[in-house]
């Protein structure tokens, strides 16, 4: 039995979600550690497509407990609408816990983050307004509602009561918008909390229970390594830590209390919202990947910037995430691409460098040097295993397992369950 993190390794959206929904089919415990409903997981199973915002993707998989852990984010309205959208098409969310100890979203933080957002004007970091920064800003400051103070009308009142004040000064002076009450907020939210309250728990409890009794557990990181509060590039990032470490912080786990990483990366490069991107292709090889990868923003439809594979961050990504493999997706988009880019150093003010500097503004200035692979001109869709792929297809996923010093344990060649080339562990050391 082991504990597994599944993590992106980009700037989020690698099709993290299918590997998190193949992986739970053996798990008996699915957790999400950080973020909330910036969220956007898709899994697609026979002719039905489920876009996860919030609730883990492992819901999908009869008899498995999913854990929205004290790490997380999570709206109320989000999780509710979740979960009457998905018994509505016939998902049994009974497994559905909630950690007491997460901060709830409230509904002056998407309003504060729409705010924030406009008033940055040409600055503006490009968020998914669902209330993220906000609620992660409440809690370090200590004046955060967490969901143990939301089912409790008493707690919560006198939470908000500490709040509102600081709220209610900002929206009306700074954004001159309109203001909250604490009745208003105990009203708008009271259907929610009946709906929530049976499902709150111990998480902590939770994971150290299912981790000692020997359990499999997967960890369900969302968003990406390069939008690290910390390690991305600051301040184009989110708020909460979607990296391995904070598998464990999230969750109240210990640090050696993780089996295995495994790291997400796409076979090109996406990015959505503002921020350096080096690899960036703003020509008809870009428009392409848009297309072919419908790289169009689960959670708001945005047009997803598109580039080509960068193995300095995926492997700068590797090392901060101690990933022990990678499962490379999206591998058919680059189809019939007559001449494959990857980006193997930058040139930073006159030098080569093989790592994503730490310093965003070095970040933007890195030129990216790349080294070119013919491409393959037949469809991989129907590959199921290694010897199906073509020769240029094989050199590529060895070119990028090389680069970035990490073994590629699958490949996904389509959106379906079953397309997936499993990689077999080689004996040779
Ligand atoms: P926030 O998480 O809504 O505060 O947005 C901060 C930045 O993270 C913005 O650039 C978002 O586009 C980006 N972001 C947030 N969640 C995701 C995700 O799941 N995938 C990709 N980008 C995301």
Redesign the pocket.
């Known amino acids: 039995m082991s504990t597994t993190a599944i993590v992106g390794t980009q700037?989020?959206?690698e099709g993290k979600g299918r590997f998190c929904d193949l992986l739970a089919e053996e798990s008996d415990l699915v957790v999400r550690f950080q973020?909330g409903n910036?969220?956007?997981h898709t899994v697609v199973v026979g002719d039905e497509v489920f876009k996860f915002h919030l609730i883990p993707s492992g819901i999908l998989r009869p008899g498995t407990t999913c854990l929205l852990a004290d790490g997380t984010v999570i709206d109320p309205r989000v999780l509710c609408s979740e979960v009457e959208e998905l018994e509505a098409r016939g998902i049994d969310t009974a497994g559905l816990k909630v950690s007491g100890s997460a901060h709830v979203i409230m509904p002056y933080h998407t309003v504060m983050?729409r705010m924030e957002e406009r008033a940055k004007g040409e600055y503006a970091?490009?968020?998914?307004?669902?209330g993220?920064?906000p609620a992660y800003a409440d809690k370090a400051a200590r004046i955060g509602i967490r969901v143990w103070d939301l089912i409790d009308r008493d707690r919560l009142a006198r939470q908000l009561a500490l709040a509102l004040p600081r709220v209610n000064v900002l929206l009306e002076h700074l954004y001159e918008t309109e203001t909250f009450t604490v009745d208003d907020i105990i009203g708008q939210l009271e259907p929610c909390v009946k709906i929530i309250k049976p499902m709150v728990a111990d998480g902590r409890a939770l994971v150290m229970d299912a981790v000692a009794n020997d359990a499999e557990v997967l960890f369900e990181g969302?968003?990406?390594t390069f939008?690290d509060l910390d390690h991305g590039t600051y301040p184009?990032?989110?708020?909460s830590h979607p990296i391995a470490g904070a598998a464990t912080l999230g969750t109240g786990l210990g640090p050696l209390d993780l089996d295995a990483v495994l790291g997400i990366a796409k076979a090109y490069t996406t990015?959505?919202?503002?921020?350096p991107f080096p690899s960036e292709a703003f020509d008809e090889d870009g428009d392409r990947m848009r297309e072919a990868g419908a790289e169009f923003?689960?959670?708001?439809g945005?047009p997803r910037r598109c580039g080509w594979f960068d193995s300095c961050m995926v492997r700068t990504a590797v090392r901060i995430n101690s990933a022990s493999s990678l499962a490379l997706t999206k591998l058919d988009v680059l189809d019939g691409i007559e001449t494959i880019r990857v980006v193997t150093a930058y040139e930073l003010d006159g030098e080569l460098i093989d790592y994503v500097p730490s310093d965003p503004e070095a970040f933007a200035r890195c030129v990216p040097v790349y080294e070119d692979f013919p491409g393959w001109m037949e469809p991989l869709e129907e590959a199921r295993e290694l010897d199906d792929l073509p020769e240029e297809a094989l050199n590529y996923i060895e070119a990028v397992s090389t680069l970035v010093e990490a073994p590629i344990s699958a490949i996904s060649v389509g959106p379906e369950r079953e397309q997936t080339v499993w990689v077999e562990e080689s004996d040779e050391e």
């Open positions: 700037w989020g959206d973020g910036n969220a956007g983050d970091i490009g968020t998914t307004t669902r993220i920064g969302a968003q990406g939008i184009f990032v989110t708020s990015r959505v919202g503002a921020g923003g689960t959670t708001t945005r």
